[in-house]
């Protein structure tokens, strides 16, 4: 999903090459977005279901929720999501194979709480047409109690009995877990993390900043991850 100017099609088009080299058997390529020029043609551009949130009010995610509506395009299957900045370093094919309604990244921060990290979820389309259906009508109420999207999304699944993580080595944050410790960040390298399949960009930081090793007033210095050229790339 990309809409305004933060992005540009370049995030489309490497996440589209990272997918295609990192997942077996065939599969479609879809993004919502309201600007398509220079997204590569295997991607399909639909737009944006419309949220009509009141304008003014800070975004925090809550667009993500329209990737639930009842009839997504006529969008049919599995839907896996991933947020643009992520990188791709191993095969994601089991992402498709492990059962459950609806899967997560469990958050890292505070993992004591049920709160999902929305990078990387996976559904069936139109199966949660409910939570999108809820906050249309309650925003105002959920807005003043969940921060953003991920929050709201977690906590409604979860009262369904249907709220699953991956496996915990499988989204690795670079913030967390592959930028080494204080003080060696100074003179180590950040890594790549065992069993990490996809690596998220949280914060400050996207791939092209940890490449270069601008930490952009990160809580940790970093020095370059020169290997991220590897993986994010056309």
Known sequence: MKWGTKYGPEYVNRLYAMVRRHLKGEFSFVCLTDRSEGIRPEVRCLPIPELKLPAGIPERGWTKLTTFEADLHGLKGTALFLDLDVVIVDDITPFFEVPGEFLIIHDWKR????????????????????????????????????????????????????????????????????????????????????????????????????????????????????????????
């Open 111 to 234: 993992p004591w709480r049920i709160t999902g990290n929305s990078s990387v979820y996976r559904f069936e389309l139109g199966a949660h047409a409910d939570v999108l259906a809820k906050f249309r009508v309650e925003h105002e109420a959920i807005r003043s109690k969940f921060r953003n999207e991920q929050a709201y999304l977690s906590d409604e699944i979860h009262q369904q009995g249907k709220l699953q993580y991956w496996d915990a080595s499988w989204c690795a944050s670079y913030k967390y877990h592959c930028i080494p410790s204080w003080p060696s960040s100074y003179w180590r390298d950040p890594i790549i993390p065992k069993g990490a399949r996809i690596l998220i960009f949280h914060g400050v930081m996207n791939p092209p900043d940890a490449l270069a090793g601008r930490d952009n007033g990160n809580w940790r210095h970093a020095r370059p991850a020169r290997w991220i050229a590897d993986h994010w790339r056309e």
